[in-house]
Each structure stands twice: as structure tokens, then as C-alpha cells.
């Protein structure tokens, strides 16, 4: 069984910059296409970006150009670059494969002030 650490998250005005991480325990989990996902409150999960084992990146429309998804294949890690934040980034964050597993980790927190 795998086991995903997220971190990074945190309370960070309009405008700021975060970057997370996520560590997966087992290397033979992140040969996957790897992804970052989101739920705000009361939403469902939604994926925000993903990127495969050879480094191709694709996003959802609403954080083109803001986020940035890259990996460590040899850190077992996934990273996401957030710029330009909004309020509606306000989300727990979490890492998985695309398709997902049931290995959710506990994710991380972000939340962005107006």
C-alpha cells in the first residue's frame, strides 16, 4: 500500500505564491501519470493538473498559466507551482494517479485571502 505526504499549503493573499509537494513511499507508484487534485467546500474533487512519467503536463482550463505540475521521478515527487492566486484556489489539495486509487493521502491545505 502506497502512502502520499502533501505539504506546502497555507494562508496566502490574492496575487501570492505557493508550491507544493507531495512524496509517494513507493517508487513504482509515480512510473503513473501523476496528478495534483482539489475539493473546495461543498464542490466535488476536481483534477487541476497532471503530468506524465516522461514530463507531458496538461491543466484545467481555470489555472492555465498560473500553475505549474513537475516531478522528481528519482525524489518520488510531484510538485505544483502556484502563481497568480485567487480566491477560488481555496481548496485541500491532494496527489494521485490519473486514473486515481484509493490511496488519498490527507492532503493540504490552501487558502487564499481576497
Known amino acids: 500500500q502506497v502512502q502520499l505526504v502533501e505539504s506546502g499549503g497555507g494562508l496566502v493573499q490574492a496575487g501570492g505564491s505557493l508550491r507544493l509537494s507531495c512524496v509517494a513511499s513507493?517508487?513504482?507508484?509515480?512510473?503513473?501519470?501523476m496528478a495534483w487534485y482539489r475539493q473546495a467546500p461543498g464542490k466535488q474533487r476536481e483534477l487541476v493538473a497532471s503530468?506524465?512519467?516522461?514530463?507531458?503536463?496538461n491543466y484545467v482550463d481555470s489555472v492555465k498559466g498560473r500553475f505549474t505540475i513537475s516531478r522528481d521521478n528519482a525524489k518520488n515527487t510531484v510538485y505544483l507551482q502556484m502563481n497568480s492566486l485567487k480566491p477560488e484556489d481555496t481548496a485541500v489539495y491532494h496527489c494521485?494517479?490519473?486514473?486515481?486509487?484509493?490511496?488519498w493521502g490527507q492532503g493540504t491545505q490552501v487558502t487564499v485571502s481576497s
Open positions: 503530468i506524465s512519467w516522461g514530463g507531458g503536463s
Open positions: 513507493r517508487r513504482d507508484f509515480t512510473y503513473n501519470t
Open positions: 494521485n494517479t490519473v486514473p486515481s486509487v484509493p490511496s
